[in-house]
């Protein structure tokens, strides 16, 4: 009998791309977009997209052998106050980054240049044990494996879709609809102002393969342009692109946009609420034509119930950044104030419609969409095991306090305390990618801490106590 290797992570991908008729589908389409460079690009935990750039004449090249990148560019190559970069050292092995052929798509601004998303591998000239293993911080890969489990264990999948809240700062717009006597929500004169930048970021979806379907303004200069629900790890993607579609428009229209969660105290903030639902096939479980008051099913009720459980632990990945907790104020308007749930009401941090599917509230425009899914299908199949009650609605309006639950964290530094805390939420990321996350935010809440703000300066600089 003989005994042959076992293949790792990154043999089998080199074996998958290097299939004969999907090199040459792709080579087609390189040839006939005209396509003269390639970008190789990995997400970061902050949600930074990183890689390299080739020329397409290397095509075949770098699909078999993928490329080197350094594993620190994962943490954003950060340094803690100490001086150590945070993850890995300079010194430490690059990994490969193997293109994922299904994610390739053309830049519909200069249709010379592609990009792929791509898998992260331990190097093959790493020890036995570790050469070609996938790498535990991968944000994308680690979604791709928390759905898979969550689907082979219970026969469902995540579907979702993302509404994304941006702030444009325009030339000439810059004060336009602060001086309105009434909000700018949903006023089309507001939205003419912007018309330059909605026609390109839905053109520009559009040719990339996004099914957009409406948009709104909300507050002045803040837009929300929405596309169609997919499977989950394929709108994690999408919300990236988006981002990027963003950026380029600024670019090309001299605007500046910002994903800022809160950028001012008496303005709405940018949120990204997950609309999700739960389908086995080609059914949402979530809906029961025969339900008509709650309009959610018995496994829509524990998966609800699930996501409230661990809500303030999650809120570490929904609220990345230091500015997000400004969101959770009296002031945040339609943002979440307690971990509750309700019928149709946007003060909630779960709202649900009457349509079959759970809007969560929680992430902000800065989320990391393969961290926040990878979370929100571990607390959903935490609710579903334990068949967790999510209690009754609460009502529009009725300001009730919601002390079923966790409360939300005030502060970033809060969140990272209820994260470490809770098995569920961490699980989801894994230990190594658990650690580099926490360190890489308790940098970041240590750095603001330490930091002298504006506010410190109108409160106490002028000239005594």
């Known amino acids: 009998m003989t005994t042959g290797i076992v293949p790792t992570g990154l043999d089998e991908h080199r074996e998958r791309n290097t299939e004969g008729s999907a090199v040459q589908a792709l080579k087609g389409r390189i040839a006939e977009s005209g396509v003269e460079c390639v970008y190789y690009q990995v997400v970061t935990?902050?949600?930074?997209?990183?890689?390299?750039?080739?020329?397409?004449?290397?095509?075949?090249?770098?699909?078999?052998?993928?490329?080197?990148?350094?594993?620190?560019l994962l943490t954003d190559a950060r340094v803690d106050r100490a001086g150590t970069m945070l993850g890995a050292g300079p010194e430490a092995a690059?990994?490969?980054?193997?293109?994922?052929?299904?994610?390739?798509?053309?830049?519909?601004?200069?249709?010379?240049?592609?990009?792929?998303?791509?898998?992260?591998?331990?190097?093959?000239?790493?020890?036995?044990?570790?050469a070609g293993r996938p790498l535990t911080a991968d944000v994308r890969a680690n979604l791709r494996r928390v759905h898979s489990g969550f689907t082979a264990r219970t026969g469902l999948e995540l579907r979702s879709g993302l509404e994304l809240e941006t702030t444009w700062l325009v030339p000439g717009l810059e004060t336009a609809g602060h001086e309105d006597p009434v909000s700018t929500i949903y006023h089309v004169e507001h939205m003419e102002r912007y018309r330059s930048v909605y026609q390109k970021v839905i053109s520009y979806g559009?040719?990339?393969?996004?099914?957009?379907?409406?948009?709104?303004?909300?507050?002045?200069?803040?837009?929300?342009?929405?596309?169609?629900?997919?499977?989950?790890?394929?709108?994690?993607?999408?919300?990236?692109v988006h981002r990027q579609i963003c950026r380029q428009v600024a670019r090309e229209t001299g605007a500046a946009v910002s994903f800022m969660p809160k950028r001012a105290t008496d303005r709405l903030g940018n949120g990204c609420?997950?609309?999700?639902?739960?389908?086995?096939?080609?059914?949402?479980?979530?809906?029961?034509?025969?339900?008509?008051?709650?309009?959610?099913?018995?496994?829509?009720?524990?998966?609800?119930?699930?996501?409230?459980?661990h809500t303030a632990a999650a809120a570490a990945v929904m609220g990345p950044t230091v500015n997000s907790y400004k969101r959770f104020t009296d002031e945040g308007h339609f943002a979440p104030l307690r971990v509750n749930w309700g019928m149709d009401n946007k003060t909630c941090a779960v709202r649900v419609p009457a349509i079959g599917r759970l809007e969560f509230k929680l992430p902000d425009a800065m989320v990391n969409p393969y961290l926040s899914h990878a979370v929100l299908i571990a607390a959903i199949e935490d609710g579903l095991a334990n068949r967790t009650d999510p209690g009754?609605?609460?009502?529009?309006?009725?300001?009730?306090?919601?002390?079923?639950?966790?409360?939300?964290?005030?502060?970033?530094?809060?969140?990272?305390?209820?994260?470490?805390?809770?098995?569920?939420?961490?699980?989801?990321?894994?230990?190594?990618?658990?650690?580099?996350?926490?360190?890489?935010?308790?940098?970041?809440?240590?750095?603001?801490?330490?930091?002298?703000?504006?506010?410190?300066?109108?409160?106490?600089?002028?000239?005594?106590?």
């Open 45 to 72: 935990l902050t949600g930074r997209v990183v890689g390299k750039v080739a020329p397409a004449t290397q095509l075949v090249r770098n699909v078999e052998g993928g490329v080197q990148l350094h594993p620190a």
């Open 94 to 130: 690059e990994c490969t980054a193997m293109p994922d052929l299904d994610s390739f798509g053309v830049l519909p601004w200069d249709t010379r240049t592609a990009f792929f998303f791509c898998d992260l591998y331990e190097s093959g000239h790493r020890p036995e044990g570790i």
């Open 206 to 240: 559009q040719a990339l393969g996004f099914e957009m379907t409406e948009g709104n303004c909300d507050d002045p200069g803040q837009l929300e342009l929405n596309w169609m629900f997919d499977h989950a790890d394929r709108t994690a993607d999408r919300l990236v």
């Open 273 to 309: 609420h997950h609309n999700i639902s739960l389908w086995r096939g080609e059914r949402n479980v979530l809906v029961d034509p025969g339900l008509s008051e709650l309009h959610l099913t018995e496994t829509g009720r524990h998966a609800l119930g699930g996501i409230l459980s």
């Open 392 to 465: 009754p609605p609460e009502g529009v309006g009725s300001g009730e306090p919601a002390g079923r639950f966790t409360p939300l964290p005030r502060t970033l530094g809060e969140a990272l305390e209820a994260f470490a805390r809770d098995r569920v939420v961490a699980g989801a990321l894994g230990p190594e990618l658990t650690r580099l996350y926490t360190d890489l935010k308790a940098e970041e809440w240590e750095r603001f801490c330490c930091s002298v703000t504006d506010w410190e300066h109108a409160m106490y600089g002028r000239g005594g106590c």
